[in-house]
Every structure is written in C-alpha cells, then in structure tokens.
C-alpha cells in the first residue's frame, strides 16, 4: 500500500554507536557485572546497554511500516478473523508506545554518557538540562529540546489513550467504517450500506485511515532519524574523551581499545569523503 521507505539501519552508521559497539565486543563474553567491573568497563557497559536499547527500539519503527502496508484483511487467526478496524488500533497501539519510548530512550542514553547520576526513574528532559556538564554544551541542550518536541502530537495522543482511553477519529464515517469493517471479518462481501442508504467503499476509506497514520508517523520518524544523528554525533567526543580517561585512572590505556576506536574513526572519515 505505502512507497514510504525505512532505512532501519541508519543509526548504525554512525560512528558514536560503531565505537560503543566495537568496545562492548570484547566484553560481552566476559563475567563483567554493572557497577562491579572496573571504572573503564563499566562505563562501556552502561553506555552500550542505553544505545542499545535505543538503537534496537529505532529499528522496531519498521515493524509498524510493515503492519501498516498490509493490504491482505481482515487477518486470519485461529481464534477468528481481526477486523481492519480492530487491526489499526491494535497498531496505533504499538506506534504510540514505540514512539514514545524513544524519547526516554535518548534521555538515557545522555545520562548515562554525561555520567549525571539520576536514578533511571528521575531522568528527564527538565533534570537532564540541570547538570552543569550538559549546561556547557548548548548545542545538546537544543537536542533534548528537539526530542522532546518530535513527536508530541503523538505521545499526547499515547497519554489520551493509555490514561484516558481517549482515542483518534477513524476515517471520515468512523461508525461506518467499524460497522463495515466488523460486518467483513464476519464474512459479508457485498456493499456496505450505511442507516440512511448511503454506501461504503471500505477499502477505499481503509486506505484513506491508513494514509493518515502513516502521514503522521513518517514525519516523526523522519524527524526523529535527523535528531538522533547528530545527538550521536554531540555525544561522541564526551563519550571518547570520557572512557580514554577512566582507562588512564585505571590500569592505563588499552591499546586494544584505542586500536578499535582508530579504525572506526578511520572507517567513519572515509565514508564521510564519498
């Protein structure tokens, strides 16, 4: 149904995300334990544990490309049909969570990097931008005020529905289109006319909801894969500067983990020229 393309892996390309993940490498088959390892490793581990999360719930956005662009309805399950109507709540669902999270996700992700010491409950937009080593840096305090506001429409839409069970206008005939809808996946084929004789051309206004969220979601999502990109790029250099001296506080530098950290700003500079 959608020509609208998802590029799931672009926040893998950047290089804060390709250092983390080359130092947590070595790491990861080893018995290090949060908070008990030394100063170095740990602060990769939390790093890696906070861009992981956010970089794997970025690349579940395509998930909901995928469900959206279904065009094979209502779904057939074991235990009966999904309705479309009851199929695009089930993914406004899942969108408006998803969407949400990231922004939590980016706020962790700077906390954990800044080092500001907020138990993951308090961290917020409003404490982050407190901490004196972020005030230094007016640049990510522009960032955290751009993700907060990407996306609001939708995680006010989320709060609507979640704590108020508030939830968005279907269509133009909203009645219409579930009555229809809930008379297809019950097996009626023919047209669906609605109280007062006029007809529907249901997949015709599916395409028409679907259209509309899928509007929505692609602009945040766009705006969003912008953001984050130079978010990683505002956090590499206290990321480097960060780890290299927690190693000199430590057992002194690793020349494993400054060779990894050499190539893949080798790597890095050489795409950038093409």
Excluded at 5 to 28: A, H, M, N, W
Excluded at 116 to 128: D, E, N
Excluded at 204 to 211: D, F, G, Q, S, Y
Excluded at 247 to 264: F, H, N, P, T
Aim: glycine share 6%.
């Amino acid at each position: 149904m959608s020509e609208m393309k998802f590029d799931s892996e672009t926040l893998d390309r950047c290089l804060f995300i390709g250092v983390v993940y080359d130092l947590y490498q070595p790491l990861c088959f080893r018995d290090f334990e949060f908070g008990t390892a030394p100063s170095d490793v740990n602060y990769v581990l939390q790093v890696h544990h906070r861009a992981n999360a956010l970089n794997d719930t970025f690349k579940s956005l395509e998930t909901i490309y995928q469900l959206l662009s279904l065009t094979n309805l209502p779904v057939e399950t074991p235990l009966g049909n999904i309705s479309r109507y009851n199929w695009v709540r089930s993914i406004l669902d899942v969108m408006l969570g998803r969407v949400t999270s990231i922004r939590d996700c980016v706020f962790l992700l700077i906390e954990s990097v800044y080092e500001v010491g907020l138990p993951p409950r308090q961290v917020s937009r409003k404490a982050l931008i407190k901490s004196e080593t972020i005030l230094a840096n007016s640049r990510l305090i522009k960032l955290i005020d751009a993700v907060a506001e990407t996306g609001k429409n939708l995680r006010e839409e989320r709060d609507r529905l979640f704590h108020r069970g508030e939830r968005r206008i279907l269509g133009s005939l909203p009645e219409f289109y579930y009555a229809a809808s809930a008379m297809e996946a019950f097996g009626s084929s023919g047209k669906h006319t609605g109280p007062n004789g006029e007809e529907l051309d249901l997949e015709a206004e599916h395409k028409n909801v679907i259209a509309e969220i899928e509007g929505d979601f692609n602009q945040v999502v766009t705006l969003l894969s912008i953001t984050l990109t130079e978010i990683f790029s505002n956090l590499y250099p206290m990321f480097k500067e960060t780890f290299i001296g927690k190693m000199k506080a430590g057992d002194g530098i690793s020349e494993v983990a400054l060779g990894l950290i050499e190539r893949a700003e080798h790597y890095n500079s050489k795409l950038s020229k093409k």
